[in-house]
């Protein structure tokens, strides 16, 4: 992405930017689902949050599996509230670049979500994904219950197993209790539906999750 940052380390959060109070504004409406892009959502749905490099391409990922009523991408995982995305591509807030996932439970599992999240990424790079490298591309799966937290567990396991059955290294994914999603700028939202042409950096290992 184009300010791509270097930094491989997590800031103290003594060092990280202090951020501001006000959040960001953004559309009311998904740009391909037409479905609100924040609280409240209808009853019945569920929410899920994942982190697995560049946010453009993750979110539409998310976007096209069946279920899923409205994603929107965010920054999570670090101290300074409401950031811009300069501020995180800095290194110095500590967030990941996070998609919001609401799904319906009727027509998809988390279990479901959770192989998506696998399969169209490289969860063994530390802090990078593809040529991003930063604090931000790193792969993490963040729970909203302790149900999420036991299930991205045994997955994690599970798909280690196949990893290094198929002669890849160890998953680097950090798995942790969702904190606060603060919204990416509005421009971010839904990005390649907008630009279809824009840049995605994504790539799984070809190793099949089961």
Known sequence: MIFSSKKLTLPDPSEALPGRAAKMPIPALHFVTGKPLAPPFPDGLQQALF???????????FW??????STAVGYSGGYTPNPTYEEVCSGLTGHNEVVLVIYDPSLTRY??????????????????????KGTQYRSGIYTYTQAQQDEAL??????????????????ST????????????????????????GYCGLGGLGVTCG
């Open 51 to 61: 982190g697995l490099g560049c946010f453009w391409g993750a979110e539409r990922k």
């Open 64 to 69: 096209q599996h069946h279920g899923v009523s």
């Open 111 to 132: 279990a479901d979500l959770l192989k998506l999240f696998w399969t169209v990424h490289n969860p063994t790079q530390g802090m990078a994904q593809g040529n991003d």
């Open 154 to 171: 045994a997955s994690k396991a599970n798909y280690q197993q196949r990893l290094t059955q198929a002669g890849f290294g160890l998953i």
């Open 174 to 197: 950090e798995i942790l209790p969702a904190g606060e999603f603060y919204y990416a700028e509005a421009y971010h939202q839904q990005y390649l539906a907008k630009e279809p042409m």
